[in-house]
DNA sequence: CGGTTAGTTGAGTGCATTCAATCCCAGTGG
DNA sequence: CCACTGGGATTGAATGCACTCAACTAACCG
């Protein structure tokens, strides 16, 4: 479990150079993006950039909320470990999103973990909420981003609930295609930075069976494997297959 | 399916009688709730009471993004359908809940059926908008709302994810005791107006699993069932089954 | 070259599903 | 008042999909 390696919270911080949004490029919706540079300037310098190594844990539910977190590179797990040793991964978050943000009483709502290594930019919670509160545009983008992540979340919900494994796995395949497509990538090509066992957390199943999946993708001739990316063949039989796009 | 019956979209509407919020005695946070009582009038008067029959669509996944609604009584599911005619019930929208906000490119996310007999506030969407954006509270408000749906969310995908038949029926019992429970209910009384096959499309599953989890629960002496409702004996040991609440 | 970690594959089990029969109850008409 | 009907709920039997446990392979790093 997590007590096994002990991670270290905070790694070093350095101050934001007054630079432009590094992370914003935008595939989303984005809290920064709608700022004017003069704008976006006086927000960077309210965070700190951060770097955090494969495993490392930005934060921890229950523990007191404290900063928030925009990923400018890598993928952070957000999550859920139950009492039995299980764990629901809820989303990645990608370069460009927030996480970190939800909290419950004072305390993060879930696990934050580096999937991959990770930069953030950190805001403190009450400067940025603080800046959110000033700036109506940021505001507004900031009720887009949550609005975002809640559609999205009621897809996995359909995912989760009512496909069987090889269609989740297709679906998971579909949705990283068209996420990545949206930030330049090389035709049918899909990274895969997460391990097997990530994308089975993030699936609700076991990693065998994400295993299992692939192969049996691979022999409809629907994609090709190999560890750390999967090559699109037939994007239309995939799509059909996992139910993607919705409707 | 929803063809068989052909549900009236738009049932009579009542304009609102300039009166304090009926539905707000608040279980949650609440767009209407922090409002002082001379704006809460005029915030209502923008709304219209309308009531729906069981079963019937609120709103459709796809069609064009119209109002938002806010249940005042009765329970909505919002759900999304797949083609091969399975559904997925997201949430039940309880009286104080909001929903039909959500929208993907100018079309509602979601469908949205009346569960039982229902009574809204049905504003209009760019009404409801421009209220929260010329009032701080509400769209704090709104934003308090996203944010404890979208903790809901994340808690539900648990539960499809990682959660074996038995305990996310024991999850859900936890869940709508203390939901119902901040709205004054008797004892260990839970009231269960959605039919089985209802639960069945909230939690994943299929009714007849619905049904054999009430029995075994039964058969272990936590909960006494009926048809629409169920009686907790045992809470702490309903609860340690459901792992509720998280943590 | 040995050791470690990630991924794939195989065999067997079990849990949830499917399909079907039965039960229960409210509503209705004889 | 009671038999009939229809929808919802429960129960039963059999199937199958995903899981568990275990062996094996591949890639990587010292």
């Known amino acids: 479990m997590a007590a096994l390696q002990p991670t270290p919270r905070s790694p070093p911080a350095i101050r934001y150079a007054q630079l432009p949004c590094p992370g914003c490029p935008g595939r989303h919706m984005n809290v ?13 310098d309210t965070g700190l950039r951060q770097k955090w190594a494969r495993r490392q844990q ?12 925009k990923v400018t ?24 999103d927030i996480c970190g943000y939800l909290s419950e009483g004072g305390a993060y709502a879930f696990d934050g973990e580096a999937i991959t290594d990770v930069t953030t930019c950190t805001f403190q919670r009450d400067g940025f909420d603080n800046f959110a509160a000033t700036h109506d545009v940021t505001a507004e983008a900031v009720r887009r981003e949550l609005s975002q992540v809640l559609a999205s979340a009621g897809q996995h919900l359909i995912v989760l609930g009512r496909m069987p494994t090889a ?12 996420d990545l497509t949206s930030r330049s990538q090389t035709a049918g090509l899909v990274a895969l930075p997460m391990a097997r066992g990530d994308i089975a957390d993030y699936l609700g199943m076991r990693l065998e069976t994400v295993s299992r999946s692939f192969t ?14 999967v090559v699109v063949l037939d994007e239309i039989g995939l799509a059909a ?5 919705p409707e």
Request: proline share 8%; hydrophobic share 40%; charged share 20%.
């Open 241 to 245: 297959i996992g139910g993607y796009p």
């Open 167 to 178: 269609a989740r796995v297709a679906h998971f395949l579909c949705r990283m295609k068209a």
């Open 216 to 229: 049996k993708l691979h022999k409809l001739k629907l994609i090709s494997v190999s560890t750390d990316a």
């Open 32 to 44: 920064c993006q709608p700022l004017d540079d003069e704008l976006q300037v006086d927000f960077f």
């Open 73 to 96: 590179s890598g993928i952070v797990a957000v999550s859920r470990s139950l009492p039995n040793g299980t764990r629901q991964i809820l989303r990645f978050a990608l370069p460009g």
């Open 58 to 69: 930005l934060f921890r539910s229950g523990d007191p909320a404290g900063p928030i977190f």
